[in-house]
């Protein structure tokens, strides 16, 4: 945080330096788009969050727009915490013209169309805001005009309810940094790259709670995240007493094969997909669902990266259940094919490669007609 005091003040004292805050479409470690200055931009926001100034209006909006072109952008869409801590700061200031900016973060993709809360359009008040809407000629005016009020022309939101979500947004944006949750400071470590610090948190935060559902899953997760893939199968692997039916304890074990795959301990993944098809058994049409789909995937996989006794094993498996699937995606006939060369099955291998390269031209006709 003192990092990103700095940074803030920086931001305060001219903008001239904005530009290394702004939106910036790079590639990460991975080969996957990122936004090469999402964690200068988080740390900026975070360090607002704490420190409101009436002043700021002017880099809070700026902010906000960066943020909602990261939205539009972003390969796997999403509604990140910081877009909508940058929201939520817009939305403290009352501005009635800054409808238009939280509408540019509501549209900028499917996944802040359906999270991103009206309640930001509304901020300023809900008659105000319709008001202001109504009266104006902005090129946004009858979208968003639909949006905010239904078609008798009563708003989406009372008065009353934005009082209560006020309410409930300042307690997860808290003023206070020592009243943030702890699982918040683990997921900035890990934005700005602190993975070292991440961990502390975590550790921190799991030693003192009790070993519950909820948990050990928050715990798989951070733990996967961080890439301690063997420590988070572990957990999952303490978390398969949860599972109280066939779908739940397929699910679990079809998790677990994956951590287990990802730490190396590819006769443990192996052992876990056992036991998941025997859960499937019991699941009505499992092989017409996303379940069954990454069953196959996670067989696939496996039989990728195992040794080669214990591939050809798995990938005779993996090329049996396939059969049963139907309307397997591409991701899962990519791997199909490399899973084939790998044990040299030459054979499947064309028959996947066939099924692959069918599916990719129906996805881009289907683009093409988009």
């Given amino acids: 945080m003192e990092a990103a005091r700095r940074a803030l003040e920086r931001a305060r004292s001219s903008s001239a330096g904005w530009h290394e805050l702004r939106y910036a479409r790079?590639?990460?470690?991975?080969?996957?788009?990122c936004d090469e200055n999402a964690g200068r931009r988080a740390s900026v926001l975070w360090a607002l969050q704490y420190d409101r100034r009436a002043g700021d209006l002017p880099l809070v909006r700026w902010l906000v727009g960066q943020e909602a072109q990261?939205?539009?952008e972003?390969?796997?869409?999403?509604?990140?915490?910081?877009?909508?801590?940058?929201?939520?700061?817009?939305?403290?200031?009352?501005?009635?013209?800054?409808?238009?900016?939280?509408?540019?973060?509501?549209?900028?993709?499917?996944?802040?169309?359906?999270?991103?809360?009206a309640e930001y359009l509304f901020?300023?008040?809900?008659?105000?805001?319709?008001?202001?809407?109504?009266?104006?000629?902005?090129?946004?005016?009858?979208?968003?005009?639909?949006?905010?009020?239904?078609?008798?022309?009563?708003?989406g939101v009372s008065e009353e309810g934005l009082a209560q979500?006020?309410?409930?947004?300042?307690?997860?944006?808290?003023?206070?940094?020592?009243?943030?949750?702890?699982?918040?400071?683990?997921?900035?470590?890990?934005?700005?790259?602190?993975?070292?610090?991440?961990?502390?948190?975590?550790?921190?935060?799991?030693?003192?709670?009790?070993?519950?559902?909820a948990t050990l899953s928050q715990l798989r997760y951070e733990l996967a995240d961080l890439g301690a893939f063997a420590e988070a199968a572990s957990a999952q692997r303490e978390s398969l007493v949860f599972a109280d039916n066939a779908w739940d304890a397929a699910s679990a074990w079809q998790s677990l094969a994956g951590l287990e795959r990802q730490a190396g301990?590819?006769?443990?993944?192996?052992?876990?997909?056992?036991?998941?098809?025997?859960?499937l058994h019991d699941v009505s049409?499992?092989?017409?669902?996303?379940?069954?789909?990454?069953?196959?995937?996670?067989?696939?996989?496996?039989?990728?990266?195992?040794?080669a006794e214990l591939a050809a094993v798995v990938f005779v498996e993996a090329d049996r259940q396939a059969r049963h699937v139907p309307r397997l995606p591409l991701v899962v006939l990519r791997v199909a094919v490399e899973a084939a060369d790998r044990v040299g099955q030459q054979t499947a291998a064309r028959r996947y490669r066939q099924l692959r390269d069918a599916?990719?031209?129906?996805?881009d006709v289907e683009l093409g007609r988009a």
């Avoid at 943030?180 to 799991?206: C, F, H, M, S």
């Avoid at 599916?359 to 996805?363: A, F, K, P, S, W």
């Fill in 26 to 33: 790079g590639t990460d470690a991975d080969g996957q788009s």
């Fill in 165 to 213: 979500w006020w309410g409930g947004t300042r307690s997860r944006f808290p003023g206070d940094p020592t009243a943030e949750d702890p699982l918040t400071w683990i997921a900035r470590a890990k934005l700005v790259g602190e993975q070292v610090l991440a961990r502390e948190w975590l550790d921190r935060w799991a030693v003192d709670r009790p070993r519950d559902r």
């Fill in 70 to 72: 990261c939205r539009r």
């Fill in 359 to 363: 599916e990719q031209l129906r996805i």
């Fill in 265 to 279: 301990n590819h006769a443990a993944a192996w052992e876990a997909l056992r036991e998941c098809r025997r859960a």
């Fill in 285 to 307: 049409g499992w092989t017409e669902v996303g379940l069954g789909r990454m069953y196959v995937e996670e067989l696939f996989l496996l039989a990728r990266s195992a040794s």
């Fill in 123 to 155: 901020a300023a008040g809900v008659s105000a805001t319709v008001a202001f809407v109504r009266d104006s000629g902005h090129a946004d005016r009858d979208d968003v005009l639909a949006y905010l009020v239904d078609q008798e022309g009563e708003p």
């Fill in 74 to 117: 972003a390969p796997f869409q999403g509604l990140t915490d910081e877009t909508e801590l940058a929201g939520y700061l817009l939305a403290e200031y009352r501005q009635v013209e800054d409808v238009w900016l939280h509408w540019e973060v509501k549209r900028a993709n499917f996944d802040t169309w359906c999270g991103y809360d």
